[in-house]
C-alpha cells in the first residue's frame, strides 16, 4: 500500500465487535476494515489510549486509501 509501504492483511475478524454486516447487505458489498489503535491501547477501557503517530499514521492511509478508491 502506497501510504504504509507494506502489503495489505487480510484478516477473517478483527477483536472489535463492529456490526460490518449492516453494511455489507443486502448487495455483498465489499466492506474494508482498518484499525489504527495502538495493540496496547486497553480498547473501550477506562485506560484506553491511542498513540498520536498511530493517529497520524491512520489519517495518512485513510487519506490515501480514499483517494484510490476515487480514480476508481
Excluded at 463492529?18 to 477506562?46: C, K, R, S
Amino acid at each position: 500500500m502506497a501510504a504504509s509501504g507494506n502489503d495489505p492483511i487480510r484478516l477473517p475478524t478483527v477483536r472489535d465487535s463492529i456490526p460490518m454486516y449492516l453494511f455489507q447487505e443486502p448487495n455483498n458489498t465489499p466492506v474494508i476494515g482498518l484499525p489504527i489503535a495502538n495493540p496496547d491501547d486497553n480498547q473501550h477501557a477506562a485506560d484506553e489510549t491511542l498513540r498520536l503517530q498511530n493517529l497520524w499514521n491512520g489519517i495518512e492511509i485513510y487519506a490515501c486509501l480514499f483517494m484510490h478508491l476515487a480514480a476508481d
